[in-house]
């Protein structure tokens, strides 16, 4: 059993950074591949960036690509979103999520979830 608790989140300029932390509960934190996703109101949860267990690989999607960066401290079974350059359209709630399966977590069907965290980004 994985628990996930996300933090981090809040309002921020256009252009502005913040960083999402995302705390995991339980044992072999390594073994787990971790993502970000987002739901913005009204439209469905978008895949952001997956990052292997050992954080050796990461993959991110188009919209976020040299702005965001994920990284995971395993000691802290902590894993990390951080976004730079941020823009209104990034307005969402932020997700991280968990699983044993990569491609089960890439394609946004993870077994673990945290609750979210709001990120409203204004103009």
């Known amino acids: 059993q994985v628990q996930l608790v996300e933090s981090g989140g809040g309002l921020v300029q256009a252009g502005g950074s913040l960083r999402l932390s995302c705390a995991a509960s339980?044992?072999?934190?390594?073994?787990?591949?971790m993502g970000w996703f987002r739901q913005a109101p009204g439209k469905e949860r978008d895949f952001l960036v997956i990052?292997?267990?050992?954080?050796?690989?990461?993959r991110y999607a188009d919209s976020v690509k040299g702005r965001f960066t994920t990284s995971r401290d395993i000691a802290l079974n902590t894993v990390y979103l951080q976004m730079n350059s941020l823009k209104p359209e990034d307005t969402a709630v932020y997700y991280c999520?968990?699983?044993?399966?990569?491609?089960?977590?890439?394609?946004?069907?993870?077994?673990?979830w945290g609750q979210g965290t709001q990120v409203t980004v204004s103009s």
């Open positions: 990052i292997t267990g050992n954080g050796a690989s990461t």
């Open positions: 339980g044992r072999s934190f390594n073994t787990y591949a």
């Open positions: 999520a968990a699983d044993l399966s990569y491609s089960k977590l890439r394609s946004g069907s993870a077994t673990y």
